[in-house]
C-alpha cells in the first residue's frame, strides 16, 4: 500500500512539473501577451464552432421577429378598426411589446466578424484588446458601435469607438507622430491629427511638452455685452486647417464652406431666432417655456450638439450657465463658441462625460445625434446622461430625426429611463423621416 502511495506522489509531481514547464515555455511567468495564442489557435477555438453560421443563423432570427412583428401591428390596426378593445390591449401589451423589447435587445447582442480570404479558412476579426477583458459589459463598451446600414454619421466614419485608450493600438503611426516633439518648443500646428484620434477611439490623448501656436496677430476679445451676437474677428482663429480663412466664408450659402453639420451657424441673425421664436413646428419648443416648468431651479447645465454655442447664449441671458460640446468639424467651432464668451467642451461621443453624478440640472441635445446612431451606443450615452443629471433635471431632447421605421426603436430607447413626460412632440420632416422632441424629468431615486 505505501509503495502505491508513493508511486501516485511521484505522478502527481511529475505531471505538476511538466504543466509548470509548459507555462514557463509559454512566458506565464514573463507576462508574454501571446500566452493564448500559444495554448489556443483560432484554428482550435473556432474548431467545434462555426461563428459564421451562428451569424446568420442570428440574422435570419431578426428577421422573422421583425416580419411576425409587423404582422401583430397590421393585426392591431385591424382590431382598431372593428373596435375590438379587449383583444387589442392584449395583444399589444402581452405580446408585441415584449417582442418588440426583445427583437431590440437581440440587435444589441455583438458577435464576432467572420472574414473569408481566398484559398484561406475563416478568420475571426476582432478589434484589439477586447478579448483582454472578461466582464462582458467592459467588452460591450469598447466594441465598436457601427453605424445603421446605410448611414453615415456626423464624423465621417462608418463606427462610433467608446473609449478607455485601447484603440491607439491600430493608429501608432499617428500617435508616434503626435508625439514626436521637441521638448519646450512650439507644437505642430497638428489639432486635426489629435482630432482625428480622438474621434477613433484613441482618447484621452497623452499631454504633450511643448507650446501651443496661437494666431500671430491674436486681438482682444469683445466686451461680453457685445460678443454673444457678433462674428469674432477673423485674427483670432489660426484658419491653416479649415477650407475657409475667415467667418464670412462659412455662411450657409457658400458651398465650399467645408463644413455640412449646423449650417447657418455662422449667421447671427438666423441664430438670434432660435428658441425664442414661434415656429411652425410642434416639435420646437421655446426656452421661456421650459424654464417655466421649473421656475428658478434651471442653474447649470449641458449643450450636448454641434453648434456655435447659441443655446448657451440665450440660456445665459436668463441667467443659466450652460456648457456646449464641440468638435472643429470643418469650421472653427470650439473658437467661436470661446470668443463669444462662453464655455467649450471639447469631447467626442466616445467619452464618459468629465462631470460628477447628480451635478446637472439640465441636459440639452440637439443636431449631434439623429437616425445614424447605434441603439447600444445610444444606450451608454443615455445612461451617462442619467448620471449626471440630478434628481428632478430636465433631458431635453430637441428635434432628434430618425426614419419612420425606426422611431419605435428611438422611442422604447429614450422612455426606458421612466422619465416623467413634460413635452412630447413628432412632426414630419420628409417623406420618410420624422422629428421627435421630448421634454423630460429624472426621477427621484432614494436608495
Known amino acids: 500500500m505505501g509503495w502505491l502511495q508513493i508511486i501516485l506522489g511521484g505522478l502527481v ?9 509548459r507555462f514557463y515555455y509559454a512566458g506565464f511567468f514573463l507576462h508574454n501577451e501571446d500566452i493564448c495564442h500559444h495554448f489556443y489557435t483560432a484554428k ?25 412583428q409587423y404582422k401583430l401591428e397590421s393585426k392591431l390596426q385591424e382590431l ?3 373596435k375590438g378593445t379587449l383583444e387589442k390591449v392584449f395583444l399589444e401589451y402581452e405580446i408585441v ?36 477583458f472578461l466582464t462582458e459589459e467592459i467588452r460591450k463598451y469598447i466594441t465598436p458601435k457601427e453605424n445603421r446600414v446605410g448611414k453615415i454619421n456626423l464624423y465621417g466614419t462608418e463606427k ?3 473609449t478607455i485608450g485601447h484603440a491607439c493600438v491600430l493608429y501608432k503611426n499617428e500617435l508616434q507622430q503626435y508625439m514626436d ?15 482625428k484620434l480622438m474621434i477613433n477611439g484613441c482618447d484621452p490623448l497623452p499631454r504633450r511638452r511643448c507650446l501651443t501656436r496661437a494666431s500671430k496677430e491674436y486681438q482682444k476679445p469683445y466686451p461680453i455685452n457685445e460678443s454673444l451676437w457678433k462674428l469674432p474677428d477673423n485674427k483670432n482663429v489660426r484658419w491653416s486647417n479649415y477650407r475657409c480663412r475667415n467667418f464670412d466664408c462659412l455662411q450657409s450659402k457658400n458651398p465650399k464652406r467645408g463644413y455640412t453639420k449646423c449650417t447657418g451657424c455662422f449667421e447671427m441673425e438666423k441664430e438670434k431666432l432660435k428658441w425664442v421664436i414661434n415656429s411652425s413646428l410642434s416639435a420646437d419648443f421655446m426656452i421661456s417655456d421650459v424654464l417655466k416648468i421649473k421656475p428658478g431651479e434651471i442653474r447649470i447645465g449641458l449643450d450636448y450638439g454641434i453648434g456655435t454655442g447659441t443655446f448657451a447664449a440665450r440660456m445665459r441671458e436668463q441667467n443659466v450657465t450652460i456648457v456646449s460640446t ?25 467619452q464618459r462625460l468629465p462631470f460628477f453624478d447628480n451635478t446637472m440640472d439640465l441636459i440639452h441635445s440637439t443636431g449631434f445625434m439623429d437616425g445614424w446612431i447605434d441603439l447600444l451606443l445610444l444606450d451608454f450615452i443615455l445612461y451617462d446622461w442619467d448620471r449626471i443629471l440630478r434628481p428632478g433635471g430636465l433631458l431635453w431632447i430637441d428635434r432628434f430625426f430618425c426614419s419612420k421605421k425606426d422611431l419605435d426603436d428611438y422611442m422604447y430607447m429614450f422612455l426606458q429611463l421612466r ?14 423621416e420624422v422629428y421627435l422632441s421630448a421634454l423630460l424629468e429624472k426621477p427621484p431615486r432614494a436608495i
Request: with cysteine; charged share 30%.
Open 419 to 432: 422619465y416623467k413626460k413634460h413635452k412630447w412632440a413628432i412632426s414630419p420632416k420628409s417623406k420618410d
Open 326 to 350: 464641440a468638435l472643429n468639424l470643418g469650421a472653427p467651432f470650439n473658437e467661436m463658441i470661446a470668443l463669444r464668451g462662453l464655455i467649450p467642451l471639447y469631447v467626442t461621443l466616445n
Open 80 to 82: 382598431e378598426k372593428n
Open 44 to 68: 482550435e477555438v473556432y474548431e467545434d464552432f462555426d461563428a459564421k453560421s451562428l451569424s446568420e443563423r442570428v440574422q435570419e432570427v431578426l428577421d422573422r421577429l421583425e416580419s411576425l
Open 160 to 162: 462610433v469607438y467608446n
Open 181 to 195: 516633439y521637441d521638448i519646450g518648443s512650439y507644437c505642430d500646428d497638428d489639432w486635426n491629427l489629435a482630432q
Open 97 to 132: 411589446r415584449p417582442l418588440h423589447n426583445a427583437n431590440v435587445a437581440l440587435r444589441q447582442i455583438r458577435l464576432p466578424k467572420i472574414e473569408e480570404e481566398e484559398g484561406k479558412n475563416s478568420t475571426v476579426k476582432e478589434d484589439p484588446l477586447i478579448n483582454f
Open 13 to 21: 509531481i511529475l505531471v505538476s512539473v511538466l504543466s509548470l514547464a
